[in-house]
């Protein structure tokens, strides 16, 4: 069935979204196309994810979430261990409890979203 809409972008809330911006920024490798106090937006020319200042922002937490979990990413990388490393180095935090299959892993991104790195297939 054909739809009657195209995704324009994803908005994420946040405490700071800035500097959740410059985060999955880093990551992903694409450009911070707009960042203030109140909104931030990165993207790779073809897709766009915001970030918008929510007062009283709390992280879900995970995998015993203090509030509902809204969301989370799953990102393709070629090496599970190296791109842990980098998103630590980059403010993502790990779980204190999480799985540990051999394909992916969760982490919190600096804002407590859990998102998960996924072997490339």
């Not at 500097?19 to 490798?29: D, H, K």
């Not at 799953?74 to 842990?84: F, I, R, T």
Request: net charge negative; aromatic share 10%.
């Amino acid at each position: 069935m054909p739809g009657f809409a195209s995704l324009a972008m994803i908005n994420l809330d946040a405490e700071d979204p800035a500097a959740l911006a410059t985060f999955y920024s880093q990551v992903l490798g694409w450009e911070l196309q707009h960042s203030d106090a109140e909104y931030a937006m990165i993207g790779d020319g073809s897709t766009t994810i915001g970030f918008g200042k929510v007062p009283g922002y709390s992280a879900p937490g995970w995998p015993k979430e203090a509030a509902p979990k809204r969301y989370h990413l799953d990102l393709y990388v070629d090496d599970l261990d190296k791109a842990e490393e980098q998103a630590l180095a980059l403010g993502a935090t790990k779980p204190a409890e999480h799985p540990t299959p051999d394909r992916w892993r969760v982490l919190l991104d600096p804002a407590g979203h859990p998102f998960d790195i996924c072997l490339r297939s």
